[in-house]
């Protein structure tokens, strides 16, 4: 199936990749597309390194006996 690009703009953001690239219309829009794709499908490996970091940091400071109530938080500022 065709792809017609009707906005001028997109046309010559494409003519431009493709002649800095030296690469064709379609192989700019097609690098392109992939990149915008593995961007947006990209967040859950991020949450996933998040949450491996908070783990760690949560292993390393080791259990806490104390309750985190507003007596404690209070003592936090003075």
């Given at each position: 199936m065709a792809l017609?690009?009707k906005d001028?703009?997109?046309?010559q953001?494409?003519e431009r990749?493709?002649?800095?690239?030296?690469?064709?219309?379609?192989?700019?829009?097609?690098?392109?597309?992939?990149?915008?794709?593995?961007?947006?499908?990209?967040?859950?490996?991020?949450v996933e390194r998040?949450?491996?970091?908070v783990?760690?940091?949560?292993?390393r400071?080791g259990?806490?006996?104390k309750p985190?109530d507003?007596?404690?938080i209070?003592?936090l500022?003075e």
């Open positions: 017609y690009v001028p703009e997109v046309d953001m494409a990749l493709s002649r800095l690239a030296r690469i064709s219309k379609t192989e700019a829009v097609r690098r392109a597309l992939r990149r915008e794709l593995d961007h947006v499908e990209a967040p859950n490996d991020y998040a949450m491996a970091f783990r760690e940091l949560n292993a400071a259990p806490n006996g985190v507003k007596a404690f209070d003592s500022y």
